[in-house]
């Protein structure tokens, strides 16, 4: 019941990667990247209900996730060619880390180690759905993460 309360006192939506999200923060502050102007950072609340993942996605931005509450976050990183996935688990600070950076261009994946994980994503540049894919939607890299690492990809 706790995940569903957050997501009503938050007004999270469905995000297309899989969970729930909604928009903490848009700076007014613009910068140039070679994909035009972006906001220079944004902040979101996410979460992950159990049994949800976030789906293999990347963004052209770096992204920082922070642990709110819940239950730890197993987080998935790899490199643009996925060539290596790295294993990361976010949680309250008294655990592991409460705080892990997933570079720009560079694959991720999430899904919650309890009933729910409620995170904090902040990007900068900031985010824009143009700077978003989902792995998924790259058949040639897909078959490679199926090929290299067969038990990542349920999380395709």
Partial sequence: MRADALIARYRLKPHPEGGWYARLYRSPSQVSVTRGSRAAVTTIVYLLRAGELSRWHRVRSNEIWHFYAGASLELLRADPALTAVETVIISPPDR????????????????????????????????????????????VLAAALRARHPHYAAWL
């Fill in 96 to 139: 592991e880390a409460p705080v892990a950076v997933v570079a720009a261009d560079h694959w991720q994946a999430a899904r919650s180690c309890g009933d729910y994980s409620l995170l904090g994503c902040t990007v900068a540049p900031g985010f824009e759905f143009a700077d978003f894919t989902l792995l998924a939607d790259e058949p």
